[in-house]
């Protein structure tokens, strides 16, 4: 089978590229030496991983590993990584409305509180306080429960209470702003707006006033 593939398609890699992204090993080539060897969007470390649309498709570029990482936890969402680049400069988008989670349940693991102490110098209790200041919801995205502690690795400061994915897209991007906001430059030319009739915006403006009367119904003002 890999002999067959190397015959007819040069390598196992080019078959590879070919299968799932639509290009050889000489157009990988060919994108990194536009982007000067280096990963599209960090800039300082070589991309080498393919990066595409998993709407479309498109390829988009070359990538490292931490980077293509940090975009499949943020789900290719640039609005939400705009807020942790936001985030990471030290302001936090705070809502007027939020669907609070349901209330955590069940014991605290043992090893939670020397955990916290050792790390973080907080308690059990400073952590709980915090995550309730914060809704019981991580910060980024205000979607989901917090359930990391999220800190500088700079300083070591303790900044908010993160969700998993929040949390370790932004450990991705090494903690830089920066970063973030080249990941939001990054994805948005992949966003074509195709012209829509008169009948097309009513409806699209139709089912966006349903999704927030939906939220509405299920939000509380904070």
Same mark, same amino acid.
């Given at each position: 089978?890999?002999?067959? +593939?190397?015959?007819?398609?040069?390598?196992?890699?080019?078959?590879?590229?070919?299968?799932?992204?639509?290009?050889?090993?000489?157009?990988?080539?060919?994108?990194?030496?536009?982007?000067?060897?280096?990963?599209?969007?960090?800039?300082?470390?070589?991309?080498?991983?393919?990066?595409?649309?998993?709407?479309?498709?498109?390829?988009? !570029?070359?990538?490292?590993?931490?980077?293509?990482?940090? $975009?499949?936890?943020?789900?290719?969402?640039?609005?939400?990584?705009?807020?942790?680049?936001?985030? $990471?400069?030290?302001?936090?988008?705070?809502? %007027?409305?939020?669907?609070?989670?349901?209330?955590?349940?069940?014991?605290?693991?043992?090893?939670?509180?020397?955990?916290?102490?050792?790390?973080? +110098? $907080?308690?059990?209790?400073?952590?709980?306080?915090?995550?309730?200041?914060?809704?019981?919801?991580?910060?980024?995205?205000?979607?989901?429960?917090?359930?990391?502690? %999220?800190?500088?690795?700079?300083? !070591?400061?303790?900044?908010?209470? $993160?969700?998993?994915?929040?949390?370790? !897209?932004?450990?991705?991007?090494?903690?830089?702003?920066?970063?973030?906001?080249?990941?939001?430059?990054?994805?948005?030319?992949?966003?074509?707006?195709?012209?829509?009739?008169?009948?097309?915006?009513?409806?699209?403006?139709?089912? %966006?006033?349903?999704?927030?009367?939906?939220?509405?119904?299920?939000?509380?003002?904070?």
């Amino acid at each position: 089978m890999r002999e067959e +593939r190397v015959r007819k398609h040069g390598s196992t890699r080019n078959y590879h590229l070919k299968r799932r992204y639509g290009i050889t090993e000489d157009d990988f080539e060919r994108m990194l030496a536009l982007q000067g060897g280096l990963c599209a969007i960090c800039q300082v470390v070589p991309g080498t991983f393919v990066d595409h649309s998993h709407a479309t498709g498109e390829v988009r !570029g070359i990538l490292c590993f931490n980077c293509n990482n940090a $975009l499949g936890h943020f789900g290719d969402d640039h609005v939400l990584m705009e807020a942790a680049a936001l985030y $990471l400069e030290g302001h936090v988008l705070w809502p %007027d409305y939020v669907v609070l989670p349901e209330r955590r349940a069940g014991p605290v693991a043992p090893t939670r509180s020397s955990h916290l102490s050792q790390r973080y +110098r $907080l308690t059990h209790e400073q952590a709980e306080q915090a995550v309730a200041a914060q809704h019981g919801l991580c910060v980024v995205c205000w979607d989901r429960p917090p359930e990391h502690i %999220d800190h500088c690795h700079r300083t !070591g400061d303790v900044r908010f209470a $993160l969700c998993l994915p929040c949390n370790t !897209g932004i450990g991705q991007f090494r903690d830089d702003a920066g970063s973030v906001w080249r990941a939001v430059a990054y994805l948005e030319p992949a966003e074509v707006c195709e012209p829509v009739s008169v009948e097309e915006m009513t409806e699209l403006m139709r089912l %966006d006033d349903e999704r927030w009367f939906a939220f509405l119904s299920r939000a509380v003002p904070v």
